[in-house]
C-alpha cells in the first residue's frame, strides 16, 4: 500500500484526493491545507483521513511514502524540495516550478535521494493523446508539417501565473510527449486586459528543424470554451477535440500530393488533392488520473522512469520561459537550443 498525501485542496487537490482513494493500492493518509474550510471539506467526505494545516507534521510521518502537490505555482518548488529531502516521492501539479532553474534544482535533489519526480501533465494520460501518439509512431501520419491548438475559454483567472502557464503548458506537455523532435526557438505574443493582472490571451509559435510548426492560440476571455487541435502531416491529419463525448480523435485520410515533370523546374510542380476517408479509432475511457494514479504507483515500486518525469517538467518550462521573453520583446523569436 502506498500512503500518500496531497497538499493542496482547492481546484486541483479533490481530484488528486478522489482518485487516490478510490485506487487500489494507494492510500490517501494526510490532507494537508491552510484553509480550515477546506479542510472542513475533506473531513465531510473522506472522516477517515488525517487533516493537516502543517507540512512539516506530513514529512516527519515516516509512513508517508509519496507527496501530491496541488498548491499554487509560486510554492510548487519550496514543497517539493523539502519532500524529496524527507525521503518522499514527489508528484507536483503543472507546470512543475516557475523556473526552469528549479526544474534543474529538483530532479538533481530526486536522483541524489533515490526519489521518483513526476509532474501532472495529466494529457499524455488520455487515451485520446496516447492513441494520436501511437498513430505518430507507427508512422500513420507520415511526416508532421503542423499542430495547431485552440485552448479557450471564459476564466478562470490565475493569481500568480498567465495564461500561457495556465493553458499552453496542456499543449506543450503534449507536444513533448507524441512529437519526436524538440523545438528550436520559440514566438510568443500576448496581453492583459485586467489592470495589474498577467496576460489573460496570448498566441505561441514553436518552430522546429524538421520544419515542423506549432501554433497554439490560449486565452481567458473567450465567450466559449473549445478544446480542438489540428495535427497534419504528409500522410494523414488528425482532427482533436477533448471536448467531444464519442468520436474525440478523427483521422482524415486528406492530404497534399506534390507532382513535377521537371525536377529542377519550381515552375512546373503541380499540386493535387487527396480526399479518403474518416477514421474515429476506438479510445480507452478510463479516466486520466486513475491511469495516471496507476503509473505512479508503478514507478515508485519498481523504480521506473514516469511518463511525465522531472525531465518533461523542465523541457517545458524551458519553453514557458521562452515565451515570457518573447512577450516581453513583443514577439520576437527565443531561441531555445544551447540556451
Not at 486541483?12 to 490517501?28: I, K
Not at 502531416?233 to 468520436?247: H, R
Amino acid at each position: 500500500m502506498l500512503n500518500i498525501a496531497v497538499i493542496g485542496y482547492g481546484y486541483w487537490g479533490p481530484n488528486m484526493v478522489r482518485n487516490f482513494n478510490e485506487f487500489g493500492g494507494t492510500c490517501v493518509k494526510y490532507v494537508c491545507d491552510q484553509d480550515e474550510k477546506q479542510l472542513a471539506r475533506v473531513k465531510a467526505l473522506y472522516p477517515a483521513v488525517a487533516l493537516t494545516s502543517n507540512l512539516d507534521e506530513v514529512l516527519n510521518d515516516p509512513d508517508i511514502d509519496a507527496i501530491s502537490i496541488a498548491t499554487p505555482v509560486s510554492t510548487h518548488f519550496e514543497i517539493a524540495l523539502k519532500a524529496l529531502e524527507a525521503g518522499k516521492h514527489v508528484l507536483v501539479e503543472k507546470p512543475i516550478t516557475d523556473s526552469s532553474e528549479k526544474a534543474e534544482k529538483l530532479i538533481e535533489t530526486a536522483i541524489k535521494y533515490g526519489k521518483v519526480l513526476m509532474v501532472d501533465h495529466t494529457f499524455p494520460y488520455t487515451g485520446a493523446v496516447r492513441k494520436i501518439k501511437e498513430l505518430i509512431e507507427k508512422g500513420d501520419l507520415g511526416d508532421i508539417y503542423y499542430y495547431d491548438s485552440i485552448r479557450v475559454n471564459l476564466g478562470l483567472f490565475q493569481r500568480d501565473v498567465d495564461v500561457i502557464w495556465d493553458l499552453a503548458v496542456h499543449d506543450l506537455s503534449i507536444i513533448d510527449y507524441i512529437l519526436p523532435h524538440q523545438p528550436i526557438a520559440v514566438s510568443a505574443t500576448g496581453m492583459s486586459h485586467v489592470e495589474g493582472q498577467p496576460e489573460n490571451i496570448a498566441y505561441l509559435t514553436l518552430f522546429f528543424s524538421n520544419n515542423t510548426i506549432v501554433h497554439i492560440n490560449v486565452n481567458w476571455l473567450a465567450p466559449v470554451k473549445v478544446r480542438l487541435t489540428l495535427i497534419g502531416g504528409t500522410k494523414k491529419m488528425i482532427v482533436y477535440d477533448d471536448l467531444e463525448q464519442s468520436e474525440k480523435v478523427k483521422v482524415y485520410d486528406k492530404g497534399i500530393v506534390i507532382r513535377s515533370d521537371d525536377q529542377d523546374s519550381l515552375n512546373r510542380v503541380r499540386i493535387e488533392y487527396r480526399t479518403g476517408d474518416m477514421v474515429a479509432p476506438r479510445l480507452e475511457s478510463r479516466e486520466p488520473l486513475e491511469v495516471e494514479a496507476e503509473h505512479i504507483l508503478s514507478c515508485v515500486r519498481n523504480r521506473t522512469r514516469p511518463r511525465a518525469d522531472g525531465e518533461a517538467g523542465y523541457r517545458v518550462t524551458r519553453i514557458l520561459e521562452a515565451a515570457q521573453r518573447s512577450i516581453q520583446r513583443s514577439g520576437a523569436p527565443v531561441c531555445l537550443e544551447g540556451d
